[in-house]
């Protein structure tokens, strides 16, 4: 990949288009899924895709990239119309995809994921090993992603497996970009890298179509925006002609009101005390308080160690040294069940992987914690189960036709709700959150904020990590700063900046 360094170009309004859709339609078992998706791209410009979860852009990308049929439609490329049935044919024409559902080969290295299928040879047999790591090098050098080329993906966090992705799309040299939420794992600062190589790719003349529930990205980074609802075409224009209110209300389809943090008056009981916690090569000498009544956020930059230090205090890993106490308990280290059964429940990181099964269904999935509290002699009691399923359902607003349907129907917003209220069956007074709007809409994170408040204001308290500085800001009462495996520092969110804590991450 050979890139000219650049600032952020203008769109020359002359520019070819190199990608248009017109009138793009798919139904699934006769409920349509999308019902008129339109899109015009032209080259060196970076054009955000916006939309709620269910809006239909990700229908709508499968289809320009081949993985699905439309039903109706034009899709044209570099002014030619185009069906693809597959994405390597999709590649053939110069169209490559950052996908959001990361399908790393675990037992690989990075070096073999970047070039699989296109190994380098020696005298086009033999795969040369040599060469494909220093390519891997020096192109992850090129976009400085710091990720070891000989690591196998399995012993890579979720944010690298990210950037993995993400260089194997870019090492492509195609001509059209389409990134569907290529910063849902990483944090602000690994994204502002990314930004540098969509910009070099955008003064080349490559044109990006770039997918984001961040919308503090999607003005920072995009010229142009087109926006569905409902499976519909909604309205495209220019980034500089809208606003952030604008935006938000055509892709929910009324106004929000933002959940703010209520700031405490007064403190309450002591629920969490973190004293000394260590876990070499990971963080060092940690001490936290959380109270009743409050939630204080962890912010920090991608290998700071938080959400290391989450999942130790959860007990999914031992401590070498250090304590953590619930309720003026301490806690038995590594143990997540004790700490289940004490009183504190996590949301994980990555939803799909750690926090659901996905085939299973949503009742399912939200009794799984507390199953052993829903029988007697190893027999579920089943009223019992579907007063919680149905309460839960109500309370978190999942949308869904039925609580039997497999969870991996469902949104990525209501997806999450399910982990959530997963999560509340076991009845907690802590509740730990990674990343706990990761992937999901405007709409479906001011839900869960109104949620997050909710669950506090009854004397219970949450610790949330988020690499988002403005949602930190936004839903915290205090947020912690991690830097290099250590904290950094405690401040007031009412009295931060969103500059003041990155500075104080950097």
């Avoid at 073999?112 to 192109?139: C, T, V, W």
């Avoid at 876990?279 to 700071?304: H, K, M, T």
């Amino acid at each position: 990949m050979h890139l000219v360094q650049s600032a952020k170009p203008s769109v020359n309004t002359a520019s070819p288009v190199l990608i248009e859709a017109r009138g793009v339609a798919k139904t699934f078992n006769g409920v349509p899924a999308l019902r008129d998706g339109r899109l015009q791209v032209r080259g060196g410009s970076v054009h955000a895709l916006c939309g709620g979860n269910g809006a239909g852009k990700s229908t709508f990308l499968n289809i320009i990239m081949g993985v699905l049929r439309r039903d109706a439609g034009h899709v044209y490329v570099n002014g030619q119309e185009v069906d693809f049935h597959s994405p390597a044919e999709a590649l053939e024409h110069g169209v490559v995809m950052i996908s959001q559902e990361l399908l790393p080969i675990p037992a690989m290295s990075v070096a073999e994921n970047l070039y699989l299928g296109r190994e380098p040879r020696r005298g086009g047999i033999f795969i040369d090993h040599h060469k494909m790591s220093r390519d891997a090098a020096q192109l992850l050098a090129d976009l400085e992603f710091d990720v070891p080329v000989n690591a196998r993906m399995e012993e890579l966090s979720l944010a690298q497996i990210q950037l993995v992705e993400i260089a194997k799309a870019l090492s492509r040299d195609a001509g059209i970009i389409i990134m569907d939420e290529p910063t849902s794992a990483i944090g602000e600062h690994e994204a502002h890298i990314l930004f540098k190589a969509i910009r070099k790719l955008q003064a080349n003349g490559s044109a990006i179509v770039y997918v984001s529930h961040k919308l503090t990205e999607i003005f920072e980074i995009a010229d142009e925006y087109t926006i569905f609802r409902d499976g519909l075409f909604i309205e495209s224009g220019k980034i500089a002609d809208i606003d952030r209110k604008h935006l938000v209300t055509l892709i929910v389809g009324h106004e929000l009101e933002p959940q703010l943090a209520v700031q405490q008056g007064k403190a309450g009981r002591l629920v969490l005390q973190v004293r000394g916690l260590s876990r070499r090569g990971w963080f060092e000498d940690i001490s936290l308080d959380v109270a009743s009544g409050e939630i204080v956020g962890i912010y920090g930059l991608l290998g700071s160690g938080r959400t290391e230090f989450l999942e130790t205090v959860f007990g999914l890993h031992k401590p070498d040294s250090g304590e953590v106490l619930l309720e003026g308990k301490t806690l038995l280290p590594g143990n997540p069940k004790a700490s289940i059964h004490a009183g504190m429940t996590m949301v994980p990181e990555d939803r799909k992987q750690t926090g659901l099964v996905l085939n299973s269904s949503i009742a399912h999935n939200i009794t799984l914690s507390a199953i052993s509290r829903l029988s007697v002699r190893g027999f579920i009691k089943r009223r019992s189960v579907s007063t919680i399923v149905d309460r839960m359902i109500g309370a978190q607003r999942i949308k869904c036709s039925s609580p039997d349907i497999a969870v991996e129907s469902l949104s990525g917003g209501n997806q999450q709700k399910v982990v959530i209220a997963r999560c509340l069956t076991t009845q907690p007074t802590l509740l730990i959150c990674d990343e706990p709007t990761r992937g999901i809409d405007e709409g479906a994170k001011q839900e869960i904020y109104r949620f997050l408040r909710e669950f506090v204001a009854q004397g219970n308290a949450v610790l949330l990590v988020s690499s988002e500085a403005p949602e930190v800001l936004q839903v915290s009462d205090r947020i912690a700063i991690f830097k290099s495996g250590k904290l950094h520092g405690v401040v007031e969110a009412s009295r931060a900046t969103q500059q003041q804590i990155m500075n104080l991450a950097a």
